[in-house]
């Protein structure tokens, strides 16, 4: 099972690379352009700020984990397992653009975003690793529907470490799209736009989705009248 969570979250990353260029892409653009720093340089800032970013999700897994683990303990039926399904059939609506419901989650976080957001001015412009794995750690609270829907799985695993690796591999796989967006993100987006990568990646979103649910409702059934 640990391998199909590690599959599904660096699918998630990678399917989910057209809202991870329009949410991170500008900040990336603007660290291989803003300084005037050798080329070395402003790459070691790209990657430091992955780090950052990257280390914020694991630290959302370890924390959904342990609070899935809370609740699992509190109530014997899985209804974690069934909004974390839910989530994915939602992303899959709204990468391919049919309901766009998850918006509404994004724009639940832009009230924790509106506290943090400050924050990062007092790291721009990045001159430094420092400040690089600042802005990182801080752009990791974006409010992000992709983001919002792994963490509905992490906490569906009910276990810190499990939670914790599921987010670090999302983030692994969110990195194609995110390190190159300086330099390659008109051509990428515009393949990301193309309506059968979207389409592709829905199909994706909503196999996860279905997956769980199928988890959920047959599997677990199936144990139950075994027992």
């Known amino acids: 099972m640990q391998t199909i969570n590690i599959f599904s979250a660096l699918l998630l990353g990678l ?3 057209g809202h991870c260029l329009s949410m991170c892409g500008g900040i990336i653009a603007s660290l291989s352009m803003s300084s005037t720093e050798d080329n070395k340089k402003k790459w070691r800032y790209i990657i430091i ?22 609740f699992s303990h ?18 899959a609506l709204y990468t391919s653009r049919l309901w766009m419901g998850l918006s509404k989650l994004e724009k639940a976080g832009q009230f924790i975003w509106k506290f943090i957001q400050p924050l990062t ?8 690793s420092n400040r690089a794995l600042v802005l990182g750690a801080l752009w990791g609270w974006l409010p992000c529907g992709l983001v919002y829907t792994s963490l509905g799985y ?4 009910a276990d810190s470490y499990k939670s914790a690796t599921f ?6 796989g969110t990195l194609p799209a995110t390190l190159f ?22 199909l994706m979103f909503l196999a996860l989705g279905g997956f769980t649910l199928y988890q959920v409702f047959f599997i677990s059934s199936a144990m139950h009248h075994h027992h």
């Open 167 to 172: 987010m670090l591999m999302f983030g692994i």
């Open 154 to 157: 992490a906490i569906s695993l």
């Open 15 to 17: 399917m989910g690379a």
């Open 121 to 128: 001015k007092h790291v721009l412009p990045v001159t430094s």
């Open 49 to 70: 700020y992955q780090v950052g970013r990257i280390s914020s999700y694991t630290i959302f897994g370890f924390i959904a984990g342990w609070l899935g683990l809370q």
């Open 181 to 202: 967006a300086g330099s390659a993100s008109l051509s990428l987006k515009s393949f990301l736009a193309n309506s059968k990568i979207r389409i592709l990646s829905s």
């Open 74 to 91: 509190a109530s014997p039926l899985p209804y974690l397992q069934v909004i974390s399904g839910l989530l994915l059939i939602a992303m």
